[in-house]
């Protein structure tokens, strides 16, 4: 089976496409800056060459999309709602006009669509969207324009013939270089793995070995369509978060960092305190519902094999891990 990975050189596509391909998929990835026989250029924006690899593909799963991680200054914001966007409906075009379209189309968004929330886990059937929540910073609501803009630029699309859904994904935990636990590690290690503001607000994540099940899940369930999120059964308070990582490290103590030591650190490393203070509680019902089996349900079990296995990466240069159909 043919896959086609729109934005698939990032640290997410790099772990679904290095997967897919042990599980015996052809794994084709489209990139503005393509190396190697299985990249093909494209621009995120236009239909060109790179749509004959949709045509006749198994499968499309777009990932494309500016990081967040980032100052919320108007000209980042205006990118990464153009680059979700633009790449969603040329994506969608090109499947739309595929004399032999494929048979899902997974396209990602983002947990960060849910309301602000401390009461009650947001799934997809009942959760509460965001943006009007009374106890949130005002310009938390971009972030919830831009998620659902991104939803909605696939839904205007019509492919009676291909399945559509929407990955509404949580923080991805992988040893990786540069990613989140990554980052929440080094804290640790340097003493200032503490509570948030209190740490009070949820935290939804995912380990990455359950992010590629259930991406292997979804391109065969044919009855799976629309919003699923991706997100372990079990999102958990920042300060519960950081105290098991600290455990898994053999850490006992974490310096806590205040809203304004947070705003600080924010600014220094050029990023925003939403990704630390929003509450995200979001859990995977719709996967749950379907039989899905996660393999790290609970963050204590999690952090501890991602700790071990940050610390063989440290070791020596990461071996690619089984995983299986």
Not at 223 to 237: F, K, Q, T
């Amino acid at each position: 089976m043919k896959i086609v990975i729109a934005g698939g050189t990032g640290q997410l596509g790099a772990i679904l496409s290095r997967a897919l391909r042990q599980a015996g998929y052809r794994v084709v990835i489209l990139s503005r800056h393509p190396e190697g026989p299985e990249q093909v250029a494209w621009d995120g924006r236009t239909l060109g060459a790179w749509a004959d690899e949709v045509d006749g593909c198994d499968g499309v799963i777009n990932l494309a999309g500016r990081t967040v991680n980032c100052r919320y200054s108007e000209k980042n914001l205006c990118e990464m709602m153009d680059s979700r966007v633009e790449s969603t409906r040329v994506v969608g075009e090109a499947i739309a006009r595929a004399k032999a379209p494929p048979r899902v189309w997974l396209q990602m968004s983002t947990a960060t669509l849910y309301a602000h929330r401390f009461d009650a886990a947001n799934d997809e059937v009942s959760g509460v969207l965001g943006g009007d929540e009374p106890d949130a910073p005002a310009y938390w609501k971009r972030s919830v324009e831009i998620a659902r803009a991104w939803e909605r630029a696939q839904e205007e699309v019509t492919t009676p013939q291909t399945r559509k859904v929407v990955l509404r994904t949580a923080m991805v935990m992988s040893p990786d270089a540069g990613g989140v636990f990554d980052v929440l590690s080094k804290l640790v290690r340097a003493g200032l793995g503490g509570a948030a503001a209190g740490g009070p607000q949820y935290v939804s994540w995912l380990h990455q070995d359950d992010f590629v099940h259930a991406i292997l899940f979804l391109l065969q369930r044919e009855d799976l369509r629309g919003p699923v999120n991706l997100a372990s059964p079990h999102p958990l308070p920042q300060r519960e978060l950081m105290k098991t990582l600290r455990e898994a490290w053999g850490r006992r103590f974490g310096l806590p960092a205040t809203k304004a030591m947070l705003e600080l650190g924010a600014f220094i490393l050029r990023t925003d305190t939403e990704l630390l203070l929003k509450s995200r509680r979001v859990v995977p019902t719709k996967l749950l519902d379907a039989g899905f089996v996660f393999s790290f349900p609970h963050w204590a079990d999690a952090a501890r094999d991602l700790v071990a296995a940050y610390r063989a990466r440290g070791r020596t240069a990461a071996s690619p891990r089984e995983v299986s159909a």
